[in-house]
Nanobody, 123 residues
Framework: LVQLVESGGGSVQAGGSLTLSCTAS????????ISWFRQAPGKEREYVAR????????AYARSVEGRFTISQDNAKNAVYLQMNSLKPEDTAMYYC????????????????WGQGTQVTVSS
């Protein structure tokens, strides 16, 4: 089993920055991809960014590319999401998720989820 814990959410004004953290514990050999998803009220959960943990290769949704950066610290079993130039439409609950077998963008393909951390961006 893998346990994921997110932190770092909060409230910022448009144009501001936040860094989210996702710390994994348990059987960390059971995954090779960690992704960030977000879900706004009344909307479906959507993919934000992913990192293939074996190589550190990142990828991003078009809506955040150039503004968000995903990174990892293998020594801490942590993945980070640096969010810059935040917009009101980035407001959502942010979740990290892990899976084995490579990275996918569909939430249902992920085996392990954190509890989420709220990000609120005001205009």
């Amino acid at each position: 089993l893998v346990q994921l814990v997110e932190s770092g959410g909060g409230s910022v004004q448009a144009g501001g920055s936040l860094t989210l953290s996702c710390t994994a514990s348990g059987s960390t050999s059971e995954y090779n991809c960690i992704s960030w998803f977000r879900q706004a009220p009344g909307k479906e959960r959507e993919y934000v960014a992913r990192i293939f943990t074996r190589t550190g290769t990142p990828a991003y949704a078009r809506s955040v590319e150039g503004r968000f950066t995903i990174s990892q610290d293998n020594a801490k079993n942590a993945v980070y999401l640096q969010m810059n130039s935040l917009k009101p439409e980035d407001t959502a609950m942010y979740y990290c998720a892990a899976r084995s077998g490579g990275c996918l963008v569909t939430p249902t393909e992920y085996h392990y989820w954190g509890q989420g951390t709220q990000v609120t961006v005001s205009s």
